[in-house]
């Protein structure tokens, strides 16, 4: 498994709830990673994305309740998700922009996808 998210649930309006995404020690190097989410009859959407060095960028619905952070220390990124309403409801997938080697180019690797509903 490239890339291993978790973190989802059900929680109620308003509540609070943190994902987590792991990639694989494997990865020669990781630029950008981020989550995107997916909700029934609707378009795959970028939530939020985090460059390596620190740079974020959200989608207008989010901004000022969810945060992207990364320890690329250990590989990981996360999206503290708050005030959440229930159009937030949607299946959320982690994505990493990375190389496999010094040799190879950068590919998109994704998550195998986490869950989020919000009961209102």
């Known amino acids: 498994v490239q890339l291993q998210a978790s973190g989802g649930g059900l929680v109620q309006a308003g509540g609070s709830l943190r994902l987590s995404c792991a990639a694989s020690r494997s990865f020669f190097s990781i630029n950008d990673m981020g989550w995107y989410r997916q909700a029934p009859e609707k378009q795959r959407e970028l939530v939020a994305s985090i460059t390596s060095g620190g740079s974020t960028n959200y989608v207008d619905s989010v901004k000022g309740r969810f945060t992207i952070s990364r320890d690329n220390a250990k590989n990981t990124v996360y999206l503290q998700m708050s005030s959440l309403k229930y159009e937030d409801t949607a299946v959320y997938y982690c994505?990493?922009?990375?190389?496999?080697?010094?040799?190879?180019?950068?590919?998109?690797?994704w998550g195998q996808g986490t869950q989020v509903t919000v009961s209102s």
């Open positions: 994505n990493a922009r990375a190389a496999r080697s010094k040799w190879s180019g950068l590919y998109d690797y």
